[in-house]
């Protein structure tokens, strides 16, 4: 990751990364949510392009988590936040709680034979969770985008260093 690069990072820096890292997991969990929804009742292999993007939106989601937990490994004894420090401390804990409720999902859905209404459910609980998982940096990812146009320039460009490194898994 090119951000990890960077001998340090201020509180703006980090909470446009923060701001990247919720956008970009909710995004996934959102999109196989959607092709999760669109595949119930279908048997595997009954919905190729489907399957294909759910499976990407599904792994991508884990990517965007070991990313996170990259920086956050990597800044986080080095950085004191002045709103939402917790997000900091308990950043490894969130993240293996995310890890492991993704890795049995995944499971439930490689074992299935079909994509029947309990695999889709059961499979839609658990993305759904990781919105309590993260709901603090969601909160504070969102406290800090209500400055809008007054946004500081570290934020803004943190934030696409992120999500550029995010697209270049």
């Known amino acids: 990751m090119r951000i990890t690069r960077f001998p340090s990072i201020t509180e703006p820096q980090f909470f446009g990364c923060l701001s990247a890292f919720v ?5 996934e969990l959102n999109t196989a949510a959607a092709d999760l929804r ?3 009742g279908r048997s595997k292999g009954g919905a190729f392009a489907y399957e294909m993007s759910l499976d990407q939106h599904r792994y991508g989601a884990l990517i965007v988590i070991d990313r996170w937990s990259t920086l956050t490994r990597a800044f986080g004894p080095h950085l004191t936040l002045s709103r939402s420090p917790q997000i900091l401390t308990e950043a490894a804990g969130r993240v293996a709680g995310a890890e492991q409720i993704l890795n049995t999902a995944n499971q439930v859905m ?8 309990e695999v889709v459910e059961v499979c839609l609980l658990a993305f759904r969770s990781l919105e309590t998982t993260f709901a603090e940096e969601r909160a504070a990812a969102g406290q800090y985008a209500k400055l809008g146009p007054m946004l ?4 803004k460009e943190f934030r696409r260093i992120f999500l550029e490194d995010l697209a270049a898994r």
């Open 110 to 117: 490689d074992r299935a034979d079909r994509y029947n209404t």
């Open 152 to 155: 500081p320039e570290d934020y």
């Open 23 to 27: 956008d970009s997991l909710f995004g």
């Open 38 to 40: 669109r595949l119930e």
